[in-house]
Nanobody, 116 residues
């Protein structure tokens, strides 16, 4: 069974930082491209970042580029999202996700709230 468990969310002031984690199990993490998505309150789900099997190969949405950094620890099946210089528009539930033979799987999400 594929499991993705996000953690690390919370309340932070604008300009602050948070580091999200996603612990993966049930598939070969080291051979799987991973992604982060977010869903602001009342809005649709939006792509944030994709990090490929090669840990140095990551892409980002324009509104987080230069502030967010995705990384992965293949030895511990963990995905990270370092978020710096947070702004109120970053307030959302953040999800990690993967696409496998059974379709797209994502975790339960972790909430991030950025106060002005």
């Amino acid at each position: 069974e594929i499991r993705l468990v996000e953690s690390g969310g919370g309340l932070v002031e604008a300009g602050g930082s948070l580091r999200l984690s996603c612990l993966a199990s049930g598939f070969t993490f080291s051979n799987t491209d991973m992604a982060w998505f977010r869903q602001p309150p009342g809005k649709r789900l939006m792509w944030v970042s994709t990090i490929r099997v090669n840990p140095g190969d990551a892409t980002y949405a324009d509104d987080v580029k230069g502030r967010f950094t995705a990384s992965r620890d293949n030895a511990n099946n963990t995905l990270y999202l370092q978020m710096n210089n947070l702004v109120p528009k970053d307030t959302a539930t953040y999800y990690c996700a993967m696409s496998g033979s059974g379709g797209v799987s994502r975790g339960q999400g972790t909430e991030v709230t950025v106060s002005p």
